[in-house]
């Protein structure tokens, strides 16, 4: 099939390049012809653009980079929407395009219109419930007239994509109830889930360079007699960063080797302070930026690894990527309850433990539990994420929806 593949997200962003680009080079691999329209922050000049222009080349993605622009508010992401609709515009009217892949609301925007003008099929990729994640992350105050407007707009429009729609994606089976619950049309929408997959390839104990490992952690004076918890990810909007420090507050009363690995771009004098407000000494917190290729083997240095999410609304639709990089690699998660699939599959999985709430008798419930999660083989997590977040077995799910339209 020609697809077109429109993405408001950029493929330089480490969301483009673990989230889009991975299936995309997998569904070329299938013989589907790509077109990719992203709006990329980072300028044609920088080092990392010309790596991913390279990466898509060689890979026959052919690719349509568009300037994002982020002020002023709204009007800025309507002057981006009339580039992205025209870049299509010409896509389609030259390359005899056959789907129309939209990565989110502001993508699909653009998608429905070249539905309605060309009759493509159009695939609407949703990520989640975007307009309640605006509002549940605090960045749209329904109190402020304009942002209330908005959040309406994109609520009508978000019912229209699902009933417009050839297609849709969601990340969770609880998403999808959620949406067929609504009883858009008189029939059941098309709906598939594919959560956020993980190149388990890439993620892997095997490619660990065990010098790396050693040379890594010397410099993080991190020693074989240290017990280490990880946390994967900036801590952005939707992470809880005071209560997984509380949670390793208590960790560290029960186990005073304990250190606390943030893997993360943040900035470490923040996350430090945070600690010490609790009383948790700096020598414990230790900060690392890693590069994509630095990942594996900084989270192959924990015995353990965390994260807690908001479990609010829009969050049901949410599908954690580092979920499945990290049990990839062998080790476990203690994460929180009520945050997309992410109980079934640890129910379904010896991957890890749930906590119900955030205080510190259920800390002290999941530490309990950590001797028995460490004890589990790296090789049976893994198989629970090959399970779960499998890559190839996303990619052969987009294959199956577009191998459908195209016998529509």
């Not at 080092?47 to 800025?76: C, D, G, H």
């Not at 969601?170 to 959560?195: F, G, M, R, Y």
């Not at 509380?246 to 005073?256: A, E, G, H, N, T």
């Amino acid at each position: 099939m020609k697809v077109l593949y429109i993405s408001y997200d950029g493929m330089t962003d480490p969301l483009g390049q673990s989230q889009v680009i991975p299936y995309l080079k997998g569904l070329v691999e299938k013989g589907h012809e790509i077109f990719l329209i992203s709006c990329e922050k980072k300028s044609g000049d920088t080092v990392e653009y010309k790596n991913i222009l390279s990466l898509l080349r060689n890979n026959n993605i052919k690719w349509f980079p568009l300037k994002y622009t982020s002020k002023p508010l709204v009007l800025s992401t309507m002057n981006d929407l009339r580039k992205i609709k025209k870049k299509a515009r010409e896509i389609i009217e030259t390359n005899a395009i056959e789907i129309v892949h939209c990565r989110s609301y502001i993508a699909a925007l653009a998608g429905l219109s070249m539905k309605k003008k060309y009759s493509v099929k159009f695939v609407f990729d949703m990520r989640g419930f975007w307009a309640d994640e605006r509002v549940d992350g605090m960045i749209w105050n329904l109190r402020n007239p304009v942002f209330k407007s908005v959040y309406s707009y994109f609520k009508r429009k978000e019912k229209e994509f699902f009933v417009n729609a050839d297609y849709t994606i969601s990340l969770t089976e609880n998403a999808k109830k959620i949406i067929l619950d609504w009883q858009l049309t008189p029939k059941p929408l098309k709906i598939q889930v594919i959560p956020c997959c993980a190149d388990l390839d890439f993620f892997n104990t095997e490619r660990i360079n065990e010098e790396d490992k050693t040379k890594w952690m010397e410099r993080l004076k991190i020693s074989n007699s240290d017990f280490v918890l990880s946390y994967l990810g900036s801590l952005g909007t939707w992470y809880m960063p005071n209560e997984m420090l509380d949670f390793f507050k208590v960790l560290l009363q029960k186990q005073s080797n304990s250190k606390f690995l943030f893997i993360t771009p943040d900035l470490p004098e923040m996350i430090i302070q945070m600690a010490e407000k609790k009383g948790i000494p700096a020598e414990k917190i230790i900060v690392q930026k890693a590069s994509r290729n630095e990942v594996p083997v900084l989270i192959a240095m924990s015995q353990i690894s965390i994260f807690f999410i908001k479990p609010v609304f829009s969050k049901r639709a949410s599908s954690p990527t580092k979920m499945g990089e990290i049990m990839g690699m062998g080790v476990p998660v203690i994460c929180n309850s009520n945050v997309g699939d992410v109980d079934e599959i640890i129910e379904g999985s010896n991957g890890g433990y749930i906590i119900d709430s955030f205080d510190d008798p259920s800390y002290e419930k999941a530490i309990q539990s950590m001797n028995g999660l460490i004890n589990i083989k790296p090789v049976e997590i893994r198989k629970s994420a090959e399970k779960y977040f499998s890559l190839q077995a996303g990619v052969n799910k987009y294959d199956m929806v577009y191998q459908s339209l195209g016998k529509l």
